[in-house]
């Protein structure tokens, strides 16, 4: 298993980029990403290269996520079954796992990992499949505990998205660095679930 692997989702334009007369300068061929940019030299005679720039870039994973009425088109399940199904087989055999999305504001970030009520994403998809996979259940010890954070960092601050706070201000943690086991963040609320005896598949309550 590899210690990090990248996925990459090319989302549709948004209304604004539509009315803005945006165009999706970006394709998906399997595993590479290809960039097209319409290189425009501004010098007054005129000379320079105007020339059609492709640059291709090679993921582990990625989704063209532009149009459903594409063959290509990558739903949230083909995701899940990609990203998430690993993160839950990982964890099974007892692997640290960190799946995080990284992207600019609108770039669909919170889309894949949350989703809708009618598109589920990947963080309730994962938190239920945790326990409904009965096949990994029964590889696991008769004592289990299963800790879990939702934590939120957004411009150079971390957010605690389990903890509600009363005042105006957003709840901020810091981040710390324990000599034995670490970085981590101070405060943080953790949802624990403990099982004395063999797991059994149920819904997240």
Sequence with gaps: MANVRVAVRVRPLSKRETKEGGRIIVEVDGKVAKVRNLKVDSRPDGFGDSREKVMAFGFDYCYWSVNP????????????????????????????????????TGSGKTYTMLGTPASVGLTPRICEGLFIREKDCASLPSSCRIKVSFLEIYNERVRDLLKQSGQKKPYTLRVREHPEMGPYVQGEL?????SETKLKPGKLS
């Design 69 to 104: 009425e594409d063959p290509q088109y990558a739903s949230q399940d083909v995701v899940f079954q990609d990203l998430g199904m690993e993160v839950l087989s990982g964890v099974a055999k007892g692997y640290n796992i960190c799946l995080f999305a990284y992207g600019q």
């Design 190 to 194: 953790l949802w624990s679930w403990r």
